[in-house]
Every structure is written in structure tokens, then in C-alpha cells.
């Protein structure tokens, strides 16, 4: 079992870039991992994943070419550049992992570990 931790979160305006991060209590080599977020009134929607290796790497068309996933097992973290920034970016962002299953998984009920959580406003 791994236990998540996210940072980086915060207010921006439209057009700023921001970089979370998410610390991983043990080793993540055998984890798919993921950021999703939630914002208030809607369910909570797939950002990005990235494979074991990093190697694959996988977006909904709403940050396509504006957030980027990637992942350094060494350190046992996994990191979101998100640029460009628009006010329906906000939300709590949360990273998410599974080991059990081939990379792919888009929805939330199939992760296993979440972190908390980090808040990310953009301001227009």
C-alpha cells in the first residue's frame, strides 16, 4: 500500500502555468499513476496518466498540449505541469495509483490509493 501526498497547489490567473507534485510514501515502480480533479457539483474527472516506466502517457482533449504528467521512480514522485491555465481548471486536484492493472484505467473507481488533494484556482 502506498500512501499519497500532493503540494503545489494555488491561486493563479488565466494564463499561468502551475506544477503540482505528489510524493509517494514508498516505491511507486509498479504503479500506474494518475491526477485527477473534482470541482464543486461535478464528479471527479480523469487529468492524465502515466505508465510504469513513463513511457506512455495519456490526456483527455480538455488539457491535450497544456498539462504534461511525468514521473521519476527514483524519488517515488509524479509531477502535472499544467500551462495555460483557464478558470474551469479549477478544482481539487488529487493524484491517484493502482498496481494491479495494465495501464489505461480512465476512471476513478479504478484506483486504488488517493492522496488528499490540493486546491488550484485560476482567476479570469
Known amino acids: 500500500q502506498v500512501q499519497l501526498v500532493e503540494s503545489g497547489g494555488g491561486l493563479v490567473q488565466a494564463g499561468d502555468s502551475l506544477r503540482l507534485s505528489c510524493v509517494a510514501s514508498?516505491?511507486?515502480?509498479?504503479?500506474?499513476m494518475a491526477w485527477f480533479r473534482q470541482s464543486p457539483g461535478k464528479e471527479r474527472e480523469f487529468v492524465a496518466s502515466?505508465?510504469?516506466?513513463?513511457?506512455?502517457?495519456s490526456y483527455p482533449d480538455a488539457v491535450k498540449g497544456r498539462f504534461t504528467i511525468s514521473r521519476d521512480n527514483g524519488k517515488n514522485t509524479v509531477s502535472l505541469q499544467m500551462n495555460s491555465l483557464k478558470p474551469e481548471d479549477t478544482a481539487i486536484y488529487y493524484c491517484?495509483?493502482?498496481?494491479?492493472?495494465?495501464?489505461?484505467?480512465?476512471?476513478?473507481?479504478?484506483?486504488?490509493?488517493w492522496g488528499q488533494g490540493t486546491q488550484v484556482t485560476v482567476s479570469s
Open positions: 491517484a495509483s493502482y498496481r494491479t492493472r495494465a495501464y489505461g484505467a480512465i476512471r476513478s473507481d479504478e484506483y486504488d490509493y
Open positions: 502515466v505508465s510504469r516506466t513513463g513511457g506512455e502517457t
Open positions: 514508498g516505491y511507486i515502480h509498479s504503479y500506474v
